[in-house]
């Protein structure tokens, strides 16, 4: 097992994708995720964890947070990376296919990425998802924007902290059917556990400028009800929690969330 081999399309596809689903801080060669990469590639965990550290030398948003990643990203680094975001529904779509391979996955069976624990085959139906998708690639889509909101958010819910995965939705703040273009922009998601998904979904609530929660007045109207109280009312003007490193959902998703389906009245 050499280092020094080169990477190939597929290998850096696979690495794209784990690189969107974890948070930059857990790229070392410890990670469950990366140590099993670098099993199924051939190639040593601290090899995978420099792939990641290299490709984060290319990433806008980590630059503006004042981290460069480390130099050395290749060419083919270079054109990869430039190509998986110029097209992300069919990056995507690749990088999913290339992962399952790798892993010896079938299409249709479940498959995620926890980064404390590693790649996890599930059972069971699928999870809830914001649209019920038309076709394998569209499922593979929500599978895999589902990972990348939830590790963004460690796995919790950003109103309740709610750790269970299971109750955990990837919620779209511009709608899917309505904004194909965003449908996998991890901006575009916030963790929220299944009730206040719904709830975001219908406008019942949404979240200010400071990303303090809104309440609508029609839920508002419901206070009374000590499962309202506790569930919503209690919770207005709580901010939304995220850990300090996460990327941060878009402002301007959320102001027309607030202009265009929440229900003020």
């Known amino acids: 097992m050499s280092q020094r081999r080169r990477w ?20 070392n060669s410890r990670n469950p995720v990366i140590t099993q990469v670098a099993e199924k590639l051939k190639r040593t965990p601290s090899s995978v964890a420099m792939k990641l550290c290299n490709l984060a030398s290319l990433d806008p ?24 975001h110029s097209n992300l529904e069919q990056s995507v779509n690749a990088s999913e296919i290339a992962l399952r391979d790798v892993f010896g996955v079938h299409p249709e069976e479940r498959f995620e990425v926890v980064p404390n624990e590693g790649f996890k085959r ?23 924007f589902r990972d990348v909101v939830l590790n963004n958010f460690n796995g919790r819910c950003g109103v309740t902290q709610l750790p269970v995965r299971e109750l955990l939705v990837a919620s779209h703040i511009l709608p899917w059917a309505s904004y194909p273009n965003e449908r996998l922009n991890p901006r575009n998601g916030l963790c929220l556990n299944r009730l206040h998904d719904a709830a975001f979904d219908r406008g019942l609530i949404t979240f200010d400028s400071q990303m303090r929660l809104m309440v609508s007045p029609l839920l508002k109207s419901h206070a009374a009800d000590e499962a309202v109280k506790q569930n919503f009312a209690n919770l207005e003007g709580i901010p939304l929690s995220l850990p300090h490193d996460a990327l941060q959902p878009d402002q301007n998703f959320l102001r027309v969330h607030r202009r265009k389906i929440f229900q003020r009245r």
Do not use: C, H
């Open 8 to 27: 190939s399309r597929t290998e850096l596809l696979v690495a794209l994708n784990i690189y969107q689903k974890l948070p930059f801080g857990q790229f």
């Open 61 to 84: 948003v980590l630059r503006m947070r004042g981290i460069r990643g480390l130099s050395g990203a290749s060419q083919l680094d270079v054109d990869i990376w430039s190509e998986f």
């Open 122 to 144: 599930l059972s069971g139906q699928p999870p809830e998802v914001t649209t019920r998708p038309a076709n394998i690639e569209q499922r593979r889509g929500q599978e895999y």
